[in-house]
């Protein structure tokens, strides 16, 4: 294990125990003492500061006293102030996270844990302020030797007596227990028969968090306490809830293969993955129920119909099922915000119900290969702000898409069922090519991928001149030659024309260009004209032939670097990828004096 010598432990120590101000004399002297406890050890000079930080003399010197006291090679022991120190909700987001939500997504954990009512935004900021977890790639992520001293501590608090524990996690410790126990997560890598008989639950009263994952149960639960708040059990062993059970609390359900019922509480249905399930009731009435999870169940083919109480409901995730129509009441959800239906293999159509919910920002059908129109009410959706029809066969684009205002984000790469006749003026001949004009009136339209849409003629994206809100512009692997002018996109920051193999060159564009991605535009000829975008600060023209058989091509690298490195100091970094050139000497010799400089 890592340690520090004495000024780097002293330096880290007094980071986490003052912050920015400069401890007194007496603050000096303690400092030095409860260093010595720690043995240089980061972890331990990090809680211990972090415990310490705003605390008076008197504490100080308790701490000291109490460290004395702990034998030398005990480091959890030493590390539990951390935890004492905790309110009771603090303490108990704390264990919550030890034992069943180590690794898990933030947002998911944040999620969970505000059903149990932790206030967990602020203790989780508490808990990173003390460093007993940090966040790490959006997961929670523990020491180890802070893990193991929260076990300690649910171990300890139950005598060793895994019926009185407040937590339970491990295969050889799940046993019928007690109103002590809280909650129970049991996560097994291969399926193993758990020895739980009917009645199992029937003293644990206080129990409002199961999950049971490969866990297999040969009966089902006689009794379920109504304290019961999350219900995650992959395999349910019954076709039914016990007729005991109310669910009155029961405000997360997550694989559970049977009539949901009228669960009047439920906030979130989670059935994703749940391959098996083929049927749900007719009609749910779920008049809490905020997030739907269905994703994945392949072998759903209905949608139940919706009740009318049902505005709640702000985010609906069912991509990747056999869904082929939503039902009309889904004009129900007046509150629903979110809509996935990437995947959808047999979605063919959207009825027109689905365009009166005021209230949708995000509609994906990605992947929804049957679908091959977007029916002409779609403009009726005045909130939408994102629209996702990536690889769908899509014919056309109605009219009434200009009408949507508030639209931020649209994606139609791959819709290469676009391509149609339209006549190409410049050529005076029929071209295949897209129509886009009924994108003209798309003025809050921050980001556009028609990259893989079969785009052959230019001319026909001259209408796209009209987005002016319009910061990224994806193009990829389209069959032009050229590109119109788009230097009225003064907002335009990111262009990318990565596999147009017919490129021949650059369209103008608008001093705001600061990114540019024209990888593999073999016909490429030219890039000369760069050096004249100031806010240039990332451009890639990888296997380029043509523009590598330029006899001017090192030349125009050249000129291009130099334009880049003079706003390097201003925009922080830049990167420029191009083949078929060495870097140029003077750049060198300048990135050595820059390194000498900088140290």
Same mark, same amino acid.
Request: charged fraction near 20%; glycine fraction near 6%; proline fraction near 4%.
């Given at each position: 294990?890592?340690?520090?010598?004495?000024?780097?432990?002293?330096? +880290?120590?007094?980071?986490?125990?003052?912050?920015?101000?400069?401890?007194?004399?007496?603050?000096?002297? @303690?400092?030095?003492?409860?260093?010595?406890?720690?043995?240089?050890?980061?972890?331990?000079?990090?809680?211990?500061?972090?415990?310490?930080?705003?605390?008076?003399?008197?504490?100080?010197?308790?701490?000291?006293? *109490?460290?004395?006291?702990?034998?030398?090679?005990? $480091? !959890?022991?030493?590390?539990?102030?951390? %935890?004492?120190?905790?309110?009771?909700?603090?303490?108990?987001?704390?264990?919550?996270?030890?034992?069943? %939500?180590?690794?898990?997504?933030?947002?998911?954990?944040?999620? $969970?844990?505000?059903?149990?009512?932790?206030?967990?935004? $602020?203790?989780?900021?508490?808990?990173?302020?003390?460093?007993?977890?940090?966040?790490?790639?959006?997961?929670?992520?523990?020491?180890?030797?802070?893990?193991?001293?929260?076990?300690?501590?649910?171990?300890?608090? =139950?005598?060793?007596?895994?019926?009185?524990?407040?937590?339970?996690?491990?295969?050889?410790?799940?046993?019928?227990?007690?109103?002590?126990?809280?909650?129970?997560?049991?996560?097994?890598?291969?399926?193993?028969?758990?020895?739980?008989?009917?009645? =199992?639950?029937?003293?644990?009263?206080?129990?409002?968090?199961?999950?049971?994952?490969?866990?297999?149960?040969?009966?089902?639960?006689? %009794?379920?306490?109504?304290?019961?708040?999350? !219900?995650?059990?992959?395999?349910?062993?019954?076709?039914?809830?016990?007729?005991?059970?109310?669910?009155?609390?029961?405000?997360?359900?997550?694989?559970?293969?049977?009539?949901?019922?009228?669960?009047?509480?439920?906030?979130?249905?989670?059935?994703?993955?749940?391959?098996?399930?083929?049927?749900?009731?007719?009609?749910?009435?779920?008049?809490?129920?905020?997030?739907?999870?269905?994703?994945?169940?392949?072998?759903?083919?209905? %949608?139940?119909?919706?009740?009318?109480?049902?505005?709640?409901? =702000?985010?609906?995730?069912?991509?990747?099922?056999?869904?082929?129509?939503?039902?009309?009441?889904?004009?129900?959800?007046?509150?629903?915000?979110?809509?996935?239906?990437?995947?959808?293999?047999?979605?063919?159509?959207?009825?027109?119900?689905?365009?009166?919910?005021?209230? @949708?920002?995000?509609?994906?059908?990605?992947?929804?290969?049957?679908?091959?129109?977007?029916?002409?009410?779609?403009?009726?959706?005045?909130?939408?702000?994102?629209?996702?029809?990536?690889?769908?066969?899509?014919?056309?684009?109605?009219?009434?898409?200009?009408?949507?205002?508030?639209?931020? *984000?649209?994606?139609?790469?791959?819709?290469?069922? !676009?391509?149609?006749?339209?006549?190409?003026?410049?050529?005076?001949?029929?071209?295949?090519?897209?129509?886009?004009?009924? +994108?003209?009136?798309?003025?809050?339209?921050?980001?556009?991928?028609?990259?893989?849409?079969? $785009?052959?003629?230019?001319?026909?994206?001259?209408?796209?001149?009209?987005?002016?809100?319009?910061?990224?512009?994806?193009?990829?692997?389209?069959?032009?030659?050229?590109?119109?002018?788009?230097?009225?996109?003064?907002?335009?920051?990111?262009?990318?024309?990565?596999?147009?193999?017919?490129?021949?060159?650059?369209?103008? @564009?608008?001093?705001?260009?600061?990114?540019?991605?024209?990888?593999?535009?073999?016909?490429?000829?030219?890039?000369?004209?760069?050096?004249?975008?100031?806010?240039?600060?990332?451009?890639?023209?990888?296997?380029?032939?043509?523009?590598?058989?330029?006899?001017?091509?090192?030349?125009?690298?050249?000129? !291009?670097?130099?334009?880049? *490195?003079?706003?390097?100091?201003?925009?922080?970094?830049?990167?420029?990828?191009?083949?078929?050139?060495?870097?140029?000497?003077?750049?060198?010799?300048?990135?050595?004096?820059?390194?000498?400089?900088?140290?």
């Amino acid at each position: 294990m890592t340690t520090l010598n004495k000024y780097e432990s002293l330096r +880290l120590f007094k980071q986490r125990a003052f912050k920015k101000n400069y401890p007194t004399k007496e603050f000096e002297d @303690l400092s030095a003492q409860v260093m010595e406890h720690t043995g240089g050890l980061p972890l331990a000079l990090k809680v211990l500061g972090s415990f310490l930080y705003g605390r008076g003399l008197d504490e100080w010197i308790s701490e000291v006293e *109490h460290l004395k006291q702990i034998p030398e090679n005990e $480091i !959890l022991q030493k590390l539990e102030p951390s %935890f004492t120190g905790l309110h009771n909700i603090e303490q108990k987001i704390f264990l919550d996270i030890t034992c069943f %939500f180590a690794e898990k997504k933030k947002d998911s954990v944040t999620r $969970i844990l505000e059903i149990f009512h932790f206030s967990p935004v $602020i203790g989780i900021k508490v808990l990173m302020e003390k460093c007993l977890i940090t966040i790490l790639k959006g997961c929670v992520i523990k020491h180890q030797l802070i893990q193991e001293m929260g076990w300690h501590i649910v171990r300890r608090e =139950a005598s060793y007596n895994p019926r009185i524990c407040s937590r339970l996690w491990k295969r050889e410790d799940i046993c019928p227990g007690t109103n002590k126990i809280e909650g129970i997560s049991l996560h097994l890598t291969n399926e193993e028969e758990v020895n739980f008989g009917g009645k =199992a639950f029937m003293q644990m009263t206080s129990l409002r968090f199961l999950k049971f994952r490969n866990a297999y149960v040969c009966q089902g639960p006689e %009794f379920l306490p109504d304290e019961l708040r999350w !219900l995650d059990w992959h395999g349910y062993p019954s076709k039914i809830l016990p007729y005991s059970f109310k669910g009155d609390q029961l405000l997360s359900f997550v694989e559970i293969n049977f009539s949901i019922g009228d669960l009047g509480k439920l906030v979130l249905l989670n059935l994703k993955n749940c391959r098996n399930l083929k049927t749900l009731p007719k009609r749910i009435r779920l008049e809490k129920l905020e997030i739907l999870f269905l994703s994945v169940c392949s072998k759903l083919r209905t %949608f139940p119909d919706v009740g009318e109480k049902m505005n709640c409901l =702000a985010e609906m995730y069912l991509g990747a099922t056999a869904l082929s129509e939503l039902p009309a009441s889904v004009e129900n959800l007046s509150g629903v915000g979110v809509i996935n239906l990437s995947y959808c293999k047999h979605l063919e159509s959207l009825l027109s119900s689905i365009f009166r919910l005021k209230c @949708l920002k995000t509609l994906n059908m990605s992947g929804c290969s049957k679908l091959k129109n977007l029916p002409d009410d779609l403009g009726l959706l005045v909130g939408l702000e994102e629209l996702h029809c990536t690889h769908t066969a899509i014919q056309t684009i109605p009219s009434s898409m200009s009408l949507l205002k508030n639209l931020k *984000h649209l994606s139609l790469r791959g819709c290469n069922a !676009l391509s149609s006749q339209v006549s190409s003026s410049s050529q005076g001949q029929k071209s295949t090519g897209v129509k886009f004009q009924n +994108l003209s009136g798309l003025c809050s339209l921050i980001m556009l991928d028609l990259s893989d849409c079969n $785009i052959s003629a230019g001319v026909i994206l001259s209408n796209l001149g009209s987005l002016l809100s319009l910061e990224g512009l994806i193009l990829d692997g389209n069959r032009f030659s050229s590109i119109p002018s788009i230097s009225r996109l003064c907002l335009l920051q990111v262009l990318a024309l990565a596999g147009c193999r017919r490129l021949e060159s650059l369209p103008e @564009l608008p001093p705001s260009i600061k990114e540019i991605y024209a990888d593999e535009c073999t016909s490429l000829m030219s890039i000369d004209q760069l050096t004249k975008y100031p806010m240039l600060c990332g451009v890639s023209f990888t296997n380029c032939h043509q523009l590598i058989k330029h006899k001017q091509h090192a030349s125009m690298v050249d000129s !291009l670097l130099k334009q880049m *490195h003079k706003g390097l100091f201003m925009k922080g970094e830049s990167s420029i990828y191009v083949s078929g050139v060495e870097i140029p000497e003077w750049f060198i010799l300048r990135l050595v004096m820059w390194l000498g400089l900088s140290n």
